[in-house]
């Protein structure tokens, strides 16, 4: 029995299956960085670059996922004014997204609302590169390697980015259960 094909080999002989694999969660993580509106052509346009790039990808340095997220996150950069300014939005605002009804939330999902601007502000006064790896890792799904292979980075870099990014989400939380308190 053969050994199943990997994305490596799929992106030199079928990208259109490494594009139907990868597309919905590239689209995803740009929608969550920057909004739906510049998803679609953040997504669109990371395998654009990815597809013009496929010969030189190397499947020593690991899989096609991190490579694309990090091609994702590069063009993401282009985009940082968007980006900072939806976080400075989703900080001025206390409403939660449009959702179910209020008499099915949970006591954590209110509190999770509750602590939105918070996290939108401490994720706007990131630097940019914490922000990244921080990013990559919760809403991508990416492990601290991933995220540093995917942003060309060491993987200690990766990890004290993350280190500190996390750091400050703490502080955010925590500023947030001492008001409640």
């Known amino acids: 029995m053969a050994p199943p094909e990997t994305d490596a080999d799929l992106l030199q ?6 594009f ?6 590239i689209y995803a993580y740009a929608a969550r960085r ?12 990371t395998f654009l670059v990815a597809y013009d790039r496929r010969a030189g990808f190397d499947p020593a340095r690991g899989e096609v996922r991190p490579w ?4 994702a996150s590069n063009l993401i950069m ?11 939005a989703l900080a001025r605002s206390a409403e939660p997204d449009a ?9 954590g999902r209110v509190d999770a609302d509750g602590a939105r601007p918070r996290l939108a502000a401490a994720l706007n006064r990131l630097s940019l590169a914490d922000r990244d790896v ?3 890792v919760a809403w991508a799904g990416l492990t601290q390697q991933e995220a540093a292979a995917a942003l060309g980075i ?19 939380l925590d500023t947030d259960s001492e008001e409640s308190s």
């Open 99 to 107: 959702g179910p009804d209020e008499a099915e939330l949970v006591p």
């Open 68 to 71: 694309l997220y990090g091609i």
């Open 34 to 45: 920057l909004g739906p509106d510049l998803a679609e052509d953040v997504a669109s346009e």
């Open 154 to 172: 060491p993987p200690g870099t990766a990890r004290s980015r993350l280190h500190r990014a996390r750091r400050e989400m703490r502080k955010a």
């Open 78 to 88: 282009r985009h940082s004014r968007a980006e900072a300014r939806r976080y400075k």
């Open 134 to 136: 921080l990013l990559l």
């Open 20 to 25: 139907d694999r990868h597309y919905e969660h």
């Open 13 to 18: 002989d079928r990208f259109a299956e490494v």
